[in-house]
């Protein structure tokens, strides 16, 4: 299912099966991306160059040979506009174009107000931009895409566009200096709202068809993207956040935005199975824009520690577009899980970190650390900035809680909230629950979630002990679920101590007795890493009809 949050409806494109289609429909693609801004007041980024490598690799996979990709200083208002004229040209009807930027955002006062979109241009700068000398070529506002794809794209052609950056946001959860690798995609932030932009030119081609809402032409740059019928948009953040960028998977990995992570590892990877691409939730053989928008939803809000929420757009009724036209991406052999990186400061710590039982690296810098250890104060704390487990003082209690972070890094990309979504209340997705708060979960079924599916739930302390919700007492029975339902799990007071737990429901059609057994057995204990391979089991034997959900709690003052 696809939340309201998930998915805002008006803005993409049309059902495939329903449109004209070439007997030779073909992907097509431009991907930009600025790493180097040349600019004193915009910092460069290091991901967009990792990002538009990774992007052209995955287009060809999906068939793409038509693919244009512009980088950094070749990258100007007319490049983009001319190389996009030059694709819709070629395009025939039943052919995708996946437009793709990867770069910094940021805002400006808008010169006509009370609009849709607000009282801010959103707009991409390029590199070169001068805030105080500004030259149009070296930006571009958000309806200058939407005004070039309505004039130069036909609407027989298919559009995939994907944005990896951010326009304006806001932490919501505030962060620890001890431990912060993510780097905001957002420029110009503090003069946002007294920036204006210059005059800019109007479309420089003629358009490949006159297009119009019932009488009324639209005037250039007054599009919106729910002006576009065949337009799929998934935008990196809410409105609210920042998109963010950093190593990935570890701290040793090449520098990436993290929607275009989730994105790529979602059509590139397959699931436990080993046949169907993780993004393809129903296992139906190809991903329709409804599962896109939910896979890349819980991998990034999982990535980023619920800071950032990625926005999908299409119009309503078109959920079941499937994407692409070569839905099959060939099996890639799968990467040895990275072990995570660790550093402390303290000579006691850093003696206790040479542990044979280590099931972690040791970084030498606070910097190349996915977790920093301060041993005087025992908490541990991660790259998002987030204290996770508090009272660490011996390797065997590092080793638990290391255990459970390697555990959800190892089921994070098999997240598939579609059936079924654990849900934390009353504060906003993310947020800290101090000493003495009330916390409640719930397991909340879909409307895919089938009659008769049964779930296991249990939980996962910040230390990594593991404690066992649904089914426990005998009137849980076998953990039968009911479809479009609420399943109260726990109303608990937070009590120390303090970190991040791990909400882990798995749903299936099949009875889990064999699971639930084993749970039982590991019940009160730490080791979440024993319980990785059981679940994939369950998942790979009936993919499309089995899933699992993962949610953090974030305790402490």
Known sequence: ????????????????????????????????????????????????????????????????????????????????????????????????????????????????????????????????????????????????????????????????????????????????????????????????????????????????????????????????????????????????????????????????????????????????????????????????????????????????????TPKTSYITGKEATRLFATPLVPKASPAPAALPAIFAQDKRAKTMLSSPAANWKIAAAANDADFVWDYITGALVRRSGDVVASQVTSAAQLVGVLDKWNAVEALRPMINESRAQISVSPQREGARYAAGATVKVALRSGTGLQPGAYATVFNVASDGTIQRLFPVDPSDGTGQLQPDGVLQLIEAQVVAPFGVDHVVAVVSQADQAEFRAFLQTVDGQRGMGKLVEPIKRILAAAPGRSSVSIAEIYTGN
């Open 1 to 308: 299912m696809v939340s309201s949050r998930q998915v805002t409806a008006g803005v993409l494109l049309g059902l495939s099966a329903m449109m004209p289609t070439s007997a030779h429909a073909e992907v097509r693609a431009l991907l930009v991306g600025v790493s180097r801004f040349s600019s004193p007041v915009i910092p460069d980024l290091e991901g967009p160059a990792n990002d538009l490598s990774a992007m052209e690799t995955l287009a060809r996979k999906e068939g793409a040979t038509d693919v244009t990709v512009l980088r950094d200083d070749s990258v100007t208002r007319t490049t983009v506009e001319t190389a996009l004229h030059a694709l819709g040209l070629r395009s025939r009807p039943g052919d995708w174009i996946l437009l793709y930027y990867s770069g910094h955002g940021a805002q400006a006062e808008a010169k006509v107000k009370g609009t849709r979109d607000g009282d801010q241009d959103q707009f991409l700068p390029l590199a070169g931009f001068d805030p105080d000398n500004q030259d149009p070529d070296r930006f571009i506002v958000d309806k200058d895409f939407y005004d070039w794809l309505a004039r130069y794209v036909a609407p027989e052609v298919q559009i995939l566009m994907v944005a990896d950056t951010c326009h304006s946001g806001t932490l919501h959860r505030s962060i620890d200096p001890r431990s912060y690798r993510f780097t905001p995609r957002l420029a110009l932030r503090a003069a946002s709202a007294s920036l204006q932009l210059v005059p800019r030119p109007g479309p420089k081609f003629p358009a490949v068809l006159d297009y119009q809402t019932g009488d009324s032409t639209h005037p250039a740059g007054s599009l919106e993207r729910e002006d576009l019928p065949n337009l799929i948009y998934i935008a990196a953040a809410q409105d609210e956040e920042l998109a963010q960028e950093t190593p990935m998977p570890t701290e040793e990995g090449p520098s990436r935005g993290l929607l275009t992570y989730a994105f790529e590892e979602g059509l590139s990877n397959h699931g436990p199975d080993g046949k169907t691409l993780l993004a393809d939730l129903d296992a139906d053989g190809a991903v329709t824009a409804a599962e896109i928008a939910v896979y890349v939803d819980s991998q990034v809000r999982t990535l980023t520690g619920q800071r950032q």
